[in-house]
């Protein structure tokens, strides 16, 4: 029997609400909920850090973030921390399209033989200085379409982040990645294939060529939208909230909700373009005869707040910036689409890929498959998620002093089986919410004198956790108890 072929589709920032699996019908995302109607979908998929370089480092290695020594943006994955690419056999073609953002931007690695990078902003943190002279193969498509790099950086001409999102719809990163990938899937043969699709949107800068497809003014928010975390929130989201909802960004005045409303739909905008180029790449694998022997996973490394409790970006642990989709299509289990209630980690997807695969699951892996939970055998009724905030993170928030050091202290978090979430941070305010009657995290019950005991059965969870993991980031002491309640 031929091998599967495994095709990942990775976004940057894209939260979880984005498609009508998860209940958002107001963004046009024709392909990719066709996809997830054919597809496993996850209920609530949580990424092990919200951040770029330490999600990756977990979707690839299937270890957290402390584990694979990635504990911030721009840190390289070290070379004795092996990526499904070293894990597969060596039957399997390996190929990697887009941003990468564990090392060495643009070049063939970690058992990838073939490299496809559209990244050249990244070059500071190259291993070096030799490959400065290297330019992405998306530089190179934008040079012979006429077009002259409008920035220098470390010695090369580049094309800044601003110049590309302000290209047509065609040369844009999205559709430049997606031909790419299509005509990858068109000539790969009798070969079996792993193939990872990395996307830049709907990362900032938040423009590109559908800024105007949707009305700011009929957007639907929610209960969060523009609402500053309460005043027993850490001090973390506090400072973020309140720096965010005096400033300018990406050209909006974030002190009225018509500028919140602008970026919102600028974001949607660039969720619509990888819809498109996700269709180019679905459609070649149908043509090819191939989507029938092709397990097709789309995720993204972590979510956007958008705006909901005054903030803007990922590094926080509300949910829109931890919870993002999941979806996997394997047509040898049928074509329906099937709803996966419960909680999952991102720490169990690379094992359960190898598990679809055929191929072995290192001991060394720190989650499980889920092949069980996809087969109707088990489920994920008493899964806990823990999810990690490793420190400064190189997002500062310009002119706020008091924002940086909030950054730098790591928490800790838990997403019970039971619904309730708690993150903990030695140095800040701990919060407890309810996401079974506060799905929007407004009310911070850590303070609350009858969740006591809640609170230290959960932070018992966290720390069997960290000693099965490894983990050793110093947690708060218990918070004082009420004795009518302790």
Same mark, same amino acid.
């Not at 066709?34 to 480092?57: D, G, I, M, W």
């Not at 590109?208 to 949707?214: E, F, I, S």
């Not at 720096?243 to 990406?250: G, P, Q, T, V």
């Not at 966290?462 to 490894?470: E, H, I, T």
């Given at each position: 029997?031929?091998?599967?072929?495994?095709?990942?589709?990775?976004?940057?920032?894209?939260?979880?609400?984005?498609?009508?699996?998860?209940?958002?019908?107001?963004?046009?995302?024709?392909?990719?909920?066709?996809?997830?109607?054919?597809?496993?979908?996850?209920?609530?998929?949580?990424?092990?850090?919200?951040?770029?370089?330490?999600?990756? &480092?977990?979707?690839?290695?299937? *270890?957290?973030?402390?584990?694979?020594?990635?504990? &911030?943006?721009?840190?390289?994955?070290?070379?004795?921390?092996?990526?499904?690419?070293?894990?597969?056999?060596?039957?399997?073609?390996?190929?990697?399209?887009?941003?990468?953002?564990?090392?060495?931007?643009?070049?063939? !690695?970690?058992?990838?033989?073939?490299?496809?990078?559209?990244?050249?902003?990244?070059?500071?943190?190259?291993?070096? *200085?030799? /490959?400065?002279?290297?330019?992405?193969?998306?530089?190179?498509?934008?040079?012979? !379409?006429?077009?002259?790099?409008?920035?220098?950086?470390?010695?090369?001409?580049?094309?800044?982040?601003?110049?590309?999102?302000?290209?047509?719809?065609? =040369?844009? /990163?999205?559709?430049?990645?997606?031909?790419?990938?299509?005509?990858?899937?068109?000539?790969?043969?009798?070969?079996?294939?792993?193939?990872?699709?990395?996307?830049?949107?709907?990362?900032?800068?938040?423009?590109?060529?559908?800024?105007?497809?949707?009305?700011?003014?009929?957007?639907?928010?929610?209960?969060?939208?523009?609402?500053?975390?309460?005043?027993?929130?850490?001090?973390?989201?506090? =400072?973020?909230?309140?720096?965010?909802?005096?400033?300018?960004?990406?050209?909006?005045?974030?002190?009225?909700?018509?500028?919140?409303?602008?970026?919102?739909?600028?974001?949607?905008?660039?969720?619509?373009?990888?819809?498109?180029?996700?269709?180019?790449?679905?459609?070649?694998?149908?043509?090819?005869?191939?989507?029938?022997?092709? +397990?097709?996973?789309?995720?993204?490394?972590?979510?956007?707040?958008?705006?909901?409790?005054?903030? =803007?970006?990922?590094?926080?642990?509300?949910?829109?910036?931890?919870?993002?989709?999941?979806?996997?299509?394997?047509?040898?289990?049928?074509?329906?689409?099937?709803?996966?209630?419960?909680?999952?980690?991102?720490?169990?997807?690379?094992?359960?890929?190898?598990?679809?695969?055929?191929?072995?699951?290192?001991?060394?892996?720190?989650?499980?498959?889920?092949?069980?939970?996809?087969?109707?055998?088990?489920?994920?009724?008493?899964?806990?998620?823990?999810?990690?905030?490793?420190?400064?993170?190189?997002?500062? +928030?310009?002119?706020?002093?008091?924002?940086?050091?909030?950054?730098?202290?790591?928490?800790?978090? +838990?997403?019970?089986?039971?619904?309730?979430?708690?993150?903990?941070?030695?140095?800040?305010?701990?919060?407890?919410?309810?996401?079974?009657?506060?799905?929007?995290?407004?009310?911070?019950?850590?303070?609350?004198?009858?969740?006591?005991?809640?609170?230290?059965?959960?932070?018992?969870?966290?720390?069997?956790?960290? !000693?099965?993991?490894?983990?050793?980031?110093?947690?708060?002491?218990?918070?004082? !108890?009420?004795?009518?309640?302790?």
């Amino acid at each position: 029997m031929k091998k599967p072929n495994l095709l990942f589709i990775l976004t940057d920032q894209q939260r979880a609400d984005s498609m009508a699996c998860y209940g958002n019908t107001h963004v046009d995302v024709p392909n990719l909920n066709r996809l997830s109607e054919e597809s496993f979908v996850f209920k609530n998929t949580y990424v092990s850090q919200p951040v770029c370089s330490p999600s990756r &480092a977990t979707l690839l290695t299937g *270890t957290y973030p402390h584990t694979a020594r990635v504990p &911030a943006c721009n840190v390289r994955l070290p070379l004795d921390v092996p990526t499904i690419a070293e894990l597969v056999d060596e039957d399997y073609r390996c190929v990697w399209l887009g941003k990468w953002h564990l090392g060495d931007e643009i070049f063939a !690695q970690r058992g990838f033989d073939e490299w496809v990078g559209s990244e050249d902003s990244y070059r500071a943190h190259y291993s070096s *200085t030799e /490959k400065l002279t290297t330019l992405s193969p998306y530089h190179h498509f934008l040079v012979e !379409q006429g077009l002259e790099p409008d920035r220098e950086l470390l010695g090369q001409p580049i094309f800044s982040r601003h110049f590309e999102a302000s290209l047509p719809e065609e =040369l844009t /990163k999205a559709a430049f990645l997606g031909e790419r990938t299509a005509d990858l899937i068109r000539n790969s043969g009798d070969q079996p294939f792993v193939a990872f699709v990395s996307y830049l949107e709907p990362h900032p800068p938040h423009t590109g060529p559908l800024n105007d497809l949707y009305d700011p003014a009929t957007l639907p928010v929610g209960p969060s939208f523009r609402r500053k975390p309460p005043a027993n929130a850490s001090l973390l989201h506090r =400072l973020m909230g309140a720096y965010y909802m005096e400033s300018e960004e990406y050209g909006f005045d974030l002190r009225t909700e018509e500028g919140w409303r602008g970026v919102r739909a600028r974001y949607w905008g660039n969720v619509t373009l990888v819809d498109r180029s996700v269709g180019r790449i679905l459609a070649a694998l149908e043509e090819s005869g191939q989507a029938e022997n092709t +397990i097709v996973v789309f995720t993204s490394d972590h979510g956007e707040m958008a705006g909901d409790h005054g903030i =803007l970006g990922k590094c926080v642990l509300y949910e829109e910036s931890v919870r993002v989709p999941l979806l996997i299509r394997d047509p040898r289990r049928g074509s329906e689409q099937r709803i996966i209630p419960g909680n999952l980690s991102h720490i169990d997807l690379l094992p359960t890929l190898l598990d679809l695969m055929g191929q072995p699951i290192p001991e060394h892996l720190q989650g499980e498959s889920r092949v069980a939970v996809m087969d109707g055998a088990t489920s994920l009724a008493d899964n806990d998620i823990f999810i990690e905030w490793n420190g400064r993170d190189g997002h500062p +928030i310009p002119g706020e002093a008091e924002v940086n050091p909030s950054l730098a202290q790591p928490w800790r978090a +838990i997403v019970s089986a039971d619904g309730w979430k708690l993150n903990l941070c030695q140095g800040d305010h701990g919060e407890l919410y309810d996401l079974n009657e506060d799905p929007n995290e407004l009310t911070n019950r850590f303070d609350d004198p009858d969740q006591s005991r809640r609170i230290a059965g959960l932070m018992d969870k966290v720390l069997d956790w960290q !000693q099965a993991m490894g983990d050793v980031v110093p947690l708060p002491p218990l918070p004082l !108890q009420d004795a009518t309640h302790g």
